[in-house]
């Protein structure tokens, strides 16, 4: 079984901070994707990351996907209260499947 | 294009009940899913179909049975619900595309008692 772990679990800020959210696993996918979520709505996708060692930016937000396809972060430089959501990461298997992280609650206060 | 849309979004049973939840896709979707959403534990896939009048056990089947006749809808079915059955609910569709890029509904919170 596929696994990815997310951490932190929980995180709580001021607006104005930097933070950086990690997607860890130990089995290689051939894509992986970050999606917010917000209370009593489903997922919507952030990004796609493909190539090992991607770099991608979306305003203030920057997504890496590791060298060797296994994890992945999300920086988010001077958070805004806007940006409160849960945060998943999301691998794809190649079997038409995608395995979801575990989640990262984030709480950006003014 | 209303997207990705679920029924009922809402829904209390007792133990036993059955029910069906519905969800249905206007964008011409080749691939759906059902998937519930624990504290803690992410989205769980429970069934999945990559095409009309096929489905596929996902990670965490049992206790559910599920049905596409039409391209359009992707139904779940609990036959007997359990207490250890509340959840959110959330199907999602994609089109048979590289990248496996999917969209949500906004989830059936069921509470079974």
């Known amino acids: 079984t596929q696994l990815l772990e997310q951490s932190p679990q929980f995180l709580s800020i001021q607006e104005g901070e930097n933070l950086t959210v990690y997607c860890n696993s130990s089995?290689?996918?051939?894509?992986l994707q970050w999606y917010r979520q917000e209370p009593g709505e489903g997922p919507v996708l952030l990004v796609t990351?493909?190539?090992?060692?991607e770099v991608k930016k979306l305003k203030r937000l920057t997504f890496q996907f590791g060298d060797a396809r296994k994890d992945s972060s999300l920086h988010i430089t001077a958070a805004q209260t806007g940006d409160t959501g849960l945060y998943l990461c999301a691998g794809d298997t190649g079997f038409q499947k995608l395995v979801f992280g575990t989640g990262t609650r984030l709480l950006v206060s003014p | 294009n209303a997207g990705v849309t679920q029924t009922p979004k809402f829904r209390v049973l007792k133990t036993g009940q059955s029910m069906t939840l519905l969800c249905a896709q206007d964008m011409n979707h080749e691939y759906m899913y059902w998937y519930r959403q624990d504290p803690g534990m992410g989205l769980r896939l429970i069934h999945y179909?990559?095409?009309?009048?096929?489905?596929a056990k996902g990670e965490v089947p049992d206790g559910y049975n599920v049905s596409r006749l039409k391209k359009q809808n992707f139904l779940l079915g609990l036959e007997s619900a359990a207490p250890s059955q509340t959840s959110v609910y959330f199907c999602?569709?994609?089109?048979?595309?590289?990248?496996?890029?999917?969209?949500f509904g906004p989830g059936t919170r069921l509470t079974v008692l």
């Open positions: 179909s990559v095409g009309e009048g096929t489905t």
């Open positions: 089995s290689v996918f051939s894509s």
């Open positions: 990351v493909v190539t090992g060692g």
């Open positions: 999602a569709s994609t089109y048979n595309g590289r990248l496996n890029e999917q969209f």
